[in-house]
Structures are given as C-alpha cells and as structure tokens.
C-alpha cells in the first residue's frame, strides 16, 4: 500500500458521490425560483468595449478571445503555454472479439515522461464497435472512480484511484476493490452505446489530478513547474484545467488509433467533470460535439441568477477546482464577469447537449437551460440553428432538440442515467450521420 503525506486541511469527501447535497450548501443559500434577485445576464455577442459582435469574422477574432480569457483570469486559470509534452502511448490490452464478440476493447497507457516507463501516465479504457464498416465516432469522458467501473468486465485492468479515509492524515493510492467492477455501469451505458454504433473512452480523473485539496503535488500542473518558481500565480490554472487539459490529450491519442473516426469524437462529463468537458471542448475546438450533465454552477449554469450553490460554497470546498481568482467572487455572483452562458457559447458551432436533473436544484436547471439558449445566439451568428430565444424552457423528460443545440430537465437527481443517454445517442445521430453521408 503506498501512502502519501498531505496536509491537515485536505477535504474529506466520498468520491463515489460526486454531487453536493443541498444539506451541504452554507445557511441560506437560496433554492426557491421566486426568490431569485434581479439579475443581468452577460451578452455573448457584446465585446468588453461594448460593441455589438455583427459577423463571424468579428467573433472569431475579437470576441471569442475575449471570452477565454475571462475564463482564464476568473475561474479555471490559464493553462500554460508550454503545456505540451512528446506523449507515448502503449496499447497494454487489446480484444478484437470482447463482449462476446460485439466489442473492440483495448487499454492503452498515456506516458507523460519521455524516459522510461515510469512516473506520471494516464489509462484510456475504449471499446468499439466490433462489426463497423467504418472508423467509429468516439464519445470522451472522465469517470470518477476507476476504468473497472463503467462495466463489469473482468479484463478490465484496473488502476490505483485515491482516497482518504476518516481519521488518517494522508492520501491513499491503492488498486480498488474487485466490488467496484461495474458500479457505474447505469452513469456510462457502455454497451448501449457499442449498440448504437458509437465507441466509449474512458480515464480515471485521478491519473491527471487527485480530487482532493493540497493535492496538486500528485498532478501534471507539476510537470510545467519549473525548479524553484515563485508562489503560483492568481490565473494559474487549477484541478478542472488539469482534468481538460487530460481529455485533450486523450483526444490526441484516438486520433491516431485507425479504428476511431478521430473528426467525430465527443466529449461529454458529469457535474464537477462536466465543467472539465465544457472547458475542454472550449479550449479545443477538436473536439466535435459536447454532451454536459449538470455541470452546474462555475460550469453550464448562470452564476449570476443567486440559485442553488454560490460560488461561496465552491471556493470553500473546492478553491483547487479553480484559479486564485476566483476567490474574488466570493459573496459577488452577480458580478462575476465570466459565466455560464458565455463558456457555452465558445462551443459553437458544434453540437452541444446539454442536460439538467429536476431534483439538482443546486445546478439551477433553469440557469442552465438559459445558458443554453443565450449561446444559442452564437450558434446563429455562425450560420447554424441553436434554441430560439423566445423558447420556453420544456417540461420534464420532454427534450428540446434543435439541429445544433439541445436541452432536457429529466426526472430525478444529480446523475448520469439511461435517460440522457438516450438524448444523447439520438442527438449525436443527427450531426454525426449526417456528416459522415455528405
């Protein structure tokens, strides 16, 4: 058993729940829609000089810039430039022939380092169809506790994934429990999604980062720090940063697989590993599509409507999801330049998904089908149909497809359910079919 030395104020918390009880949020948050204050919705299509955004040229040169970078300086931090490493990749398994011959599997190690084959690396775990006639599009994401999870296979080869036990002072990084095989087989519906004709991607969040704070000694933020460099900077960037910084360079590697259709691949993430898609995909206009689950607030939702979980209650338990900055914001949601509406909108043109959950009223569902539609504006400034402005936000487990952009608020909590998947798999059907036939 390896154990790590950390400091006395690392956060308890239960990764296998990766949601916030609204028990949790300080006295007083506000959780009822008729108490929302009156609030100004940043415009997407206003530059900081308060020019009105009129063509695509304009936004891709003026605007959108602007946009990452009040991210950068607000809430993830700037991921460095020289953020680039000579990956190497490794195919440790491989099955042409798994789950009873309807899946291509293969578990390729990511090495970070250019030496041996040691230090710093990350596990992909993909499946993919195994009769297609074609590369397969792939759907990208973070899971929370483990490739062994997302199916109870068992050649799945499972990685160490932190914790930290009540009472001990330290993190610890062992191999999970064989228990663990297939837990989360509802949240990742892999063979729903062999099924439909799509690949799955999957890595363990905690190979890029630990999700714990005073934890950043264990991340790949260090593979950038230089011997002896100052205190870090206010906009540098934090744990959600790394985690997309992680997907990107999973996305790296499918691009070179000649099974994958590397110009279709999605990226999708639930609640604080949504935000890491929303950033990833904004980041990296690569990736073809996005598919965010309740990402919340500091990610698809409006922080500036004061509903559900204030950016108090982030920067207190998770100040290391995000850069020094956004400290600042603190007690100040109506005022933060940087939010929901405006990182939505850098996905465009791309597809974008985005879904809520009627029972996770501290993601703001409504705050998140607003974003949805104000990006929307992008989307038809470039030439391609989003949500309508006068649109009305639809009824429970009704979804509101668009050709570009889409929305559902479904029945239940804080998940990642069959449902969505659902949504998800008919949506991609419509961009992804559609280019692959032009």
């Known amino acids: 058993m390896k154990r790590f ?61 602007e946009i990452v970078k009040l991210f950068e300086e607000n809430i993830y931090g700037r991921t460095p430039a020289d953020a680039h490493l000579p990956l190497r990749y490794k195919v440790i398994e491989q099955d042409r022939h798994a789950l009873q011959g309807r899946a291509i599997r293969k578990q390729i190690d990511v090495f970070f380092t250019s030496s041996e084959e040691r230090g710093m690396k990350m596990r992909i775990l993909l499946y993919l169809p195994a009769h297609a006639i074609d590369r397969s599009p792939v759907i990208l994401g973070l899971n929370f506790n483990g490739n062994q999870t997302v199916l109870d296979d068992p050649a799945i080869q499972p990685t ?45 969040y905690g190979d890029i980062e630990p999700d714990f704070k005073d934890a950043a000694q264990f991340s790949v933020r260090q593979l950038f720090v230089l011997p002896g460099e100052h205190a870090p900077t206010p906009d540098e960037w934090g744990a959600i940063g790394a985690w997309a910084w992680g997907l990107s360079r999973a996305l790296d590697y499918l691009e070179t697989d000649k099974d994958v259709d590397g110009k279709h691949i999605a990226v999708t993430g639930h609640s604080r590993l949504g935000k890491a898609a929303d950033w990833a995909a904004a ?66 043109p791309r597809p974008l998904y985005v879904a809520s959950a009627i029972g996770d009223q501290y993601s703001d569902p409504r705050g998140e089908f607003l974003s949805a539609v104000s990006a929307s504006r992008v989307y038809a400034l470039l030439g391609q149909s989003g949500l309508p402005s006068n649109t009305a936000m639809p009824g429970v487990d009704q979804p509101l497809l668009g050709s570009q952009v889409a929305y559902h608020v479904r029945t239940g909590k804080h998940d990642v359910t069959a449902f969505d998947w659902d949504e998800y798999l008919t949506f991609l059907d419509l961009y992804f079919r559609k280019e692959k036939n032009k």
């Open 160 to 204: 160490p994934v932190w914790s930290k036990p009540k009472g001990p002072q330290e993190l610890l990084h062992d191999l999970p429990s064989e228990s663990t095989r297939g837990t989360q087989i509802q949240q990742w519906q892999v063979e729903n999604i062999i099924t439909h004709g799509y690949g799955l991607a999957t890595v363990y």
């Open 283 to 348: 980041q990296d206009q690569r990736f073809a599509a996005v598919l965010s689950t309740e990402s919340g607030k500091g990610g698809q939702s409006l922080s500036r409507r004061e509903i559900g979980e204030p950016v108090a209650h982030l920067e207190h338990s998770f100040p290391y999801w995000f850069c020094q900055n956004y400290a600042q914001w603190v007690d100040r949601d109506r005022d933060i330049p940087a939010d929901g509406n405006l990182l939505l909108s850098l996905i465009a």
């Open 5 to 65: 030395l950390t400091y006395s104020a690392i956060l308890v918390m239960t990764l296998a729940c990766p949601q916030v009880a609204n028990a949790q949020l300080p006295p007083g948050t506000n959780v009822d829609e008729s108490k929302v204050p009156p609030y100004g919705m940043l415009d997407p299509l206003e530059t900081a000089d308060g020019s009105s955004v009129r063509t695509p040229q304009q936004w891709w040169e003026k605007r959108r810039p």
